[in-house]
């Protein structure tokens, strides 16, 4: 599987969870080591970073049907988001 296949993959199953929350791919950090892809994802919602409680699970579910479904080894990595200046 080819890494824009993994994005397309991670962004269409987070696209699915709902709940007011935006998850965003960052696309240049996504990286493969061995059979293992690593995806680094923002979590929003209402403009503010998703508690990493609630992420943990969302990102389980999707990551055991990855590799059930597809076949492919994926940890999602949880980014949060820079401070605002000032």
């Not at 994005?7 to 996504?30: P, T």
């Not at 929003?44 to 059930?68: F, K, M, Q």
């Amino acid at each position: 599987m080819t890494k824009t296949e993994v994005i397309d993959l991670a962004k269409e199953r987070l696209s699915q969870v709902g709940h007011g929350i935006v998850f965003d791919v960052i696309e240049s950090g996504v990286r493969q080591d061995d059979s293992w892809w690593y995806v680094p994802v923002l979590a929003t919602r209402n403009g503010r970073d998703v508690p990493r409680e609630i992420t943990v699970g969302v990102y389980s579910n999707i990551e055991d049907d990855l590799e059930r479904q597809h076949n492919v080894n994926v940890l999602f990595v949880p980014v949060v988001s820079e401070p605002a200046a000032g």
